[in-house]
């Protein structure tokens, strides 16, 4: 009786497995085909789960008729098998199908790199001078936010190289505007050569502009000098000095110089802030400082050592794209054939390794596009049309041909599909259509030459006497001429 209930129980599971195998297969099948992208990926894809179903409704056809204890736990274990790999397939294609492109605007090239970087996405970078985003945040991306990242190969994102400092602009008058004003002013303008001397001036109150070189329309990167006041001299007070640490040399200069504080510039290298930023100050924030006893202040302001350029050769295009975004350097492919490296692969790169670059430097990249092989072609404007677009050399010869129709091509060196070498030519001779040989026929009279004319399949223009013969002929006795060419005949 115990034994029974065991054998009851056994087939029950075995149904219950059974019909999960049954039902998982069937609901990752619709899913596939369902979810599946490109034309290619969904004939395989449909294919091979409508190959996997089949076997699996077999498999459990099969399976119920089973009726031995071992064989029994044996399709119990390979139905959960089959269960727990639809299920499975189910959910990662679920959460790949999750995971999608992101709204990467004022985004830092940096991150979006990363991403793509992840992913295996080729990211191009287009840079753009921009005045309303940050240099190296992305203005805007080929892709739209929210494409399912498991479709996409390729992103182009145009990223912001900053304002353009040769776009002009009209200057202002600033005098007696308020230091802190004029500030505003240059920043909003994208002035970047703006030189502020500080000058006491008993007339004029202090931090307050009295002087100015230049009021007309200039580049942004053409030099400006301004003068403000330090007020009156004896007016002079302590100063509780703010932490200088990540601002620029021009905020720094200005802010020393409007207290009439002694400073010194420095360099020093820097990995984390941008160049041109205080990385140091020899007195500490906070301290209290007294214009009069004209302590020196020393600035240390980041420069970056040039990037040494690594070995790009062994990098895909996303690594090489990464590696320049996380190095502020900027990336310029091209892509050619080549029958001796790999699609996806580097040809060559400029500057080598071991080169110094500074930032914002351009590294000149090739990508091998493969081989390139020899085009099925029907006519020769396909030809002309597939040269061009691949740059490829070509010489064209011409012969007569008695098989071959006029314009058609006779032969070509290279095969269809054939891999075509690097820098070789390609090689056609196209028909000129069937030939004759020019008969002799000077001497003859205008009826015999004409008879033999028409014999070698050629036109006779004639010249002169009308009964005459002939005594000159334009084309020469032998010569081999495409049927139905034009001889003139002088009669005399």
């Not at 001299?233 to 905020?251: A, R, Y």
């Not at 490829?392 to 290279?414: A, L, M, P, R, T």
Request: hydrophobic share 40%; with cysteine; net charge negative.
């Amino acid at each position: 009786m115990k034994e029974k209930k065991e054998l009851d129980f056994l087939q029950i599971f075995t149904y219950f497995c059974l019909a999960l195998a049954l039902v998982s297969s069937i609901t990752y099948m619709i899913h596939t085909i369902l979810t599946v992208g490109s034309i290619l990926d969904y004939i395989i894809s449909i294919i091979g789960v409508i190959l996997f179903s089949c076997f699996a409704v077999l498999f459990v056809v099969s399976s119920m008729f089973a009726k031995e204890k071992v064989q029994k736990i044996l399709i119990i274990i390979g139905a959960l098998l089959l269960s727990f790999y639809s299920i499975f397939q189910v959910i990662t294609a679920f959460i790949k199908g999750k995971d999608r492109v992101l709204d990467f605007t004022s985004m830092d090239i940096t991150e979006v790199a990363s991403w793509a970087e992840e992913r295996d996405i080729l990211l191009t970078q287009i840079f753009e001078n921009s005045d309303q985003v940050e240099k190296y945040k992305v203005i805007r991306q080929g892709i739209k936010a929210g494409t399912p990242s498991k479709d996409v190969k390729n992103i182009e994102i145009v990223v912001s190289d900053g304002p353009s400092e040769t776009v002009k602009t009209e200057v202002t008058s600033l005098i007696g505007w308020k230091l802190d004003d004029v500030l505003s002013y240059i920043q909003e303008n994208h002035l970047t050569n703006v030189t502020i001397l500080f000058q006491f001036q008993d007339d004029t109150p202090k931090d307050v502009i009295f002087e100015q070189d230049k009021m007309q329309e200039i580049r942004r990167n053409e030099p400006i000098t301004l003068v403000s006041s330090l007020g009156k001299e004896e007016d002079l007070k302590s100063v509780t000095l703010k932490n200088m640490v990540g601002m620029s040399t021009f905020e720094v200069m200005t802010y020393l110089g409007r207290n009439h504080l002694n400073y010194k510039i420095e360099y020093g290298y820097s990995e984390n802030q941008e160049e041109g930023t205080v990385i140091k100050q020899s007195i500490r924030a906070w301290e209290v400082i007294n214009p009069k006893e004209n302590q020196t202040i020393t600035i240390t302001v980041a420069r970056k050592n040039g990037i040494s350029i690594v070995d790009l050769s062994k990098m895909s295009a996303t690594e090489i794209t990464s590696w320049a975004s996380k190095n502020r350097l900027k990336v310029e492919f091209q892509e050619e054939f080549d029958e001796a490296i790999q699609k996806g692969k580097v040809i060559s790169y400029s500057p080598p390794v071991g080169s110094t670059m500074d930032i914002d430097s351009t590294i000149q990249v090739v990508i091998s596009k493969g081989p390139l092989r020899m085009i099925d072609f029907t006519n020769l404007k396909q030809f002309y049309q597939w040269v061009e677009e691949n740059e490829v050399s070509y010489q064209i010869d011409y012969q007569f041909s008695n098989e071959v129709e006029n314009g058609k091509i006779i032969s070509c060196n290279y095969a269809k599909n054939q891999i075509i070498q690097n820098g070789d030519t390609i090689r056609l001779v196209i028909s000129q259509g069937k030939s004759t040989i020019i008969p002799g026929l000077i001497g003859l009279t205008k009826e015999e030459a004409e008879e033999r004319c028409k014999k070698a399949n050629i036109q006779c223009k004639y010249l002169g006497e009308e009964n005459g013969k002939v005594i000159k002929q334009s084309m020469k006795e032998g010569s081999n001429v495409a049927i139905e060419a034009t001889v003139t005949l002088t009669l005399e």
